[in-house]
């Protein structure tokens, strides 16, 4: 087998691509080319690929003929035209310097370059036989280095059994590509309903163009080993509370994932943000809840020691958490008009005033949700309702058994009544020996207490509980 006798030939854009994207910021490209072989060896350039590909995951196939077709040698070429890795690449070769005087008159030397500046700096040696380290000025070459690139190009040696035009296809993985999926939530004026809008947020920095692309998401955790790169990547996320067109993408259940595949082809140019209508669902049902966690950053500081900031009294009875948190909580059902498998994002919640203007309310993050589970929104704090959270007596009756009294007062300067859920926690094996009010218990470490608020008014909730161990 002689490589004389190769067949070169650069290989000219993708006829198309197909784009699989994951929510952890790479993607997978598979790219149909037209190429035309002969009979032997064939050298095949392809340019116009990902800056960011990772090489160890090229995949190269003939459709039209695959098992004619053997290759010898895969090479990623990244090397590429820069006025560093020319003269890096000029050991040897003779250079001309164009400068110009205080009176901008051009003047030229010439030498033959001796150290490029991959060396920490340029040296020359003039044609008087002179050193001149660093030279000033316009550098002028007779002939382009071999080996550089304009663009990131790959390189297959073939060796085909038969001659003619063939359909290959290159499949690689790429870095630099990411999307999230950003909602927009209006709720009605009595916070009983809601509507959901989705959009697709893609970001592309990949250091490529996919042209008319098919493109697939992927929602879901997909496990990937970490792997050198050969640059960073970024990300951008944003929505906005706009009326959107109709949905464009079909979803199906995937391997242990779920993929959303656009019904049109789309362009999705390289250093670019595009934004992509997801999903539609009008008239939701939704909860909004009222809900006090007195010991919420005491419990948050049990299981995340040396977090300060979540227990800022650094003591365990200390009083220092006094908001109510504002929760709306839909199903994602059929029967509530939704249904979808929600891929994880932020969602951001709005209102229309008594005006009809629409107002931003709060905003909070999803994981993926699959259909019939409850979406539950952190939106804020509620102004008008606050309260107070203290131990008011504790007995230790043995080494391992202690009661704890409680105290939680809930303050409403609200015009209207408000029903509000008094939230604690609680450990080891416990029990609740005496209660004011009436308590569900949710886990195994968390109690409920189901309370009204008269208007501008007060309730006080106290229980005692006993903790053994």
């Known amino acids: 087998m002689s490589l004389g006798a190769c067949w070169a030939q650069s290989v000219t854009g993708p006829r198309a691509v197909q784009l699989t994207v994951y929510n952890g910021g790479f993607a997978l490209v598979r790219d149909t080319r037209g190429i035309t072989l002969k009979n032997g060896i064939n050298s095949i350039e392809v340019e116009d690929v990902a800056a960011k590909i990772d090489p160890t995951s090229i995949l190269f196939k003939t459709l039209t003929a695959p098992n004619s077709v053997t290759i010898l040698e895969q090479n990623y070429q990244y090397d590429l035209i820069s006025p560093d890795n020319i003269l890096n690449e000029s050991v040897g070769q003779r250079v001309t310097f164009t400068s110009f005087d205080s009176n901008g008159k051009a003047y030229t030397q010439s030498g033959v370059l001796l150290a490029p500046p991959a060396n920490g700096g340029v040296v020359v040696k003039m044609d008087d036989g002179s050193l001149v380290l660093r030279p000033q000025g316009q550098v002028s070459m007779l002939k382009m280095p071999e080996g550089l690139h304009p663009k990131p190009t790959l390189n ?165 958490y006094h908001k109510v948190n504002v929760v709306l909580e839909v199903k994602n059902s059929k029967d509530n008009h939704m249904g979808m498998p929600l891929p994880k994002g932020r969602i951001r919640v709005y209102k229309l005033d008594d005006t009809g203007t629409q107002q931003f309310v709060g905003e909070d993050e999803i994981d993926h949700t699959p259909k019939d589970e409850k979406i539950r929104l952190y939106v804020g704090d509620s102004f008008d309702v606050v309260g107070d959270y203290k131990r008011t007596d504790y007995k230790k009756i043995s080494d391992r058994v202690i009661e704890e009294t409680f105290q939680v007062n809930i303050r409403n300067h609200k015009e209207a009544p408000v029903s509000v859920k008094v939230v604690d926690h609680v450990w080891s094996d416990w029990k609740v020996l005496e209660s004011s009010a009436q308590y569900t218990k949710k886990d195994a470490h968390t109690i409920e207490f189901p309370i009204k608020v008269p208007k501008d008014g007060e309730t006080v909730v106290t229980y005692t509980i006993r903790t053994q161990w």
């Open 156 to 320: 297959w040696l073939l060796e085909s059994a038969r001659a003619g035009d063939q359909d290959a296809q290159i499949s690689y993985i790429t870095n630099g590509i990411s999307w999230t999926a950003d909602y927009v939530a209006l709720v009605n004026k009595d916070d009983t309903g809601l509507d959901l809008t989705g959009w697709v947020t893609m970001d592309n920095k990949s250091g490529a163009t996919y042209k008319d692309a098919r493109l697939t998401l992927m929602a879901g955790d997909v496990r990937r080993q970490q792997l050198r790169t050969l640059d960073s990547m970024g990300g951008y996320g944003g929505a906005y509370a706009m009326k959107s067109a109709a949905p464009q993408f079909e979803e199906k259940s995937f391997f242990e994932y779920h993929m959303y595949t656009m019904e049109r082809p789309t362009t999705i140019r390289d250093n670019e943000t595009k934004q992509l209508s997801l999903l539609e669902a009008s008239g939701a049902s939704v909860t909004k809840d009222l809900i006090y966690d007195g010991r919420k950053q005491w419990w948050a500081s049990w299981w995340y020691p040396g977090r300060t900031d979540l227990n800022p009294g650094g003591g365990y009875d200390t009083s220092t």
